[in-house]
């Protein structure tokens, strides 16, 4: 079983409106992934974390998308005003520093925007 | 940006078979190469990882190959079975706590 965990499972949201999943990652993992997986199962990076910090991100990440990993809370993903295009599973996933390091994927998000 | 391709796309075998999907990647400075097995409706599973000072490895009925110069890797699954029916992702990396950059995935499909 996953020990990244993220919740909702699933997200319904009309377009324009806010979206907000979370994940606590594997116990001991100070860094944290976020990625998009579209329908046609894709894989898109959009933001990582080492502890607080701010890894890498992507463009479109800096616009609709925020996120952050504050300490003692669970990290969270946030689409500020969503659109039918962002509907896909969002993966959050977990790993130690360093390199050559595993990287273990919670269950997702399904965001559905209508 | 950098890119993996992953062939084939889809893979249909005949259980007791075995089944290969190659990936190649760009940058010459990935160093870590892990496969992941996703089933509908589930999360990527991380299945077998091969890292840059390996050029083999293998565990229960899957093997990877690395080939650094090539910057080509590949899984074989041995002895299929219907329960390998999923799909596949390869992925790269160069450095720990950057993204893995993923391939565009295989269906395999195992049949009786």
């Known amino acids: 079983n996953s020990k990244v965990i993220q919740t909702p499972r699933y997200l319904v949201k009309g377009q324009g409106q806010k979206a907000k999943m979370r994940c606590i990652p594997e116990k001991g993992h100070p860094v944290v992934f976020w990625y998009q997986q579209n329908k046609n199962n894709e894989f898109k990076f959009l933001i990582n974390?080492?502890?607080?910090?701010?890894?890498?991100q992507i463009d479109m990440t800096e616009k609709r998308f925020s996120a952050e990993c504050p300490s003692n809370s669970p990290c969270s993903l946030e689409i500020q005003s969503s659109e039918a295009g962002d509907s896909a599973l969002y993966l959050c996933?977990?790993?130690?520093?360093?390199?050559?390091?595993?990287?273990?994927f919670g269950k997702g998000t399904r965001l559905t925007v209508v | 940006g950098e890119q993996v391709e992953q062939l084939p796309s889809i893979l249909r075998v005949q259980e007791g078979s075995s089944a290969s999907i190659n990936c190649t990647y760009e940058?010459?400075?990935?160093?870590?190469f892990p496969w992941y097995k996703q089933e509908p409706g589930e999360n990527p599973k991380l299945i077998i990882d091969?890292?840059?000072?390996?050029e083999r490895k293998q565990t229960q009925g899957l093997i990877v190959l690395l080939d650094k110069k090539a910057k080509r890797f590949s899984l074989h699954i041995t002895d299929t079975q219907p329960g390998d029916s999923a799909m596949y992702f390869c992925a790269a990396s160069d450095q720990g706590g950057r993204a893995l950059i993923f391939g565009t995935g295989t269906t395999v499909s195992v049949s009786p």
């Open positions: 091969i890292r840059s000072n390996m």
């Open positions: 940058n010459s400075a990935s160093n870590y």
């Open positions: 996933a977990s790993s130690l520093p360093g390199s050559n390091t595993e990287v273990f």
């Open positions: 974390f080492q502890n607080q910090e701010v890894l890498q």
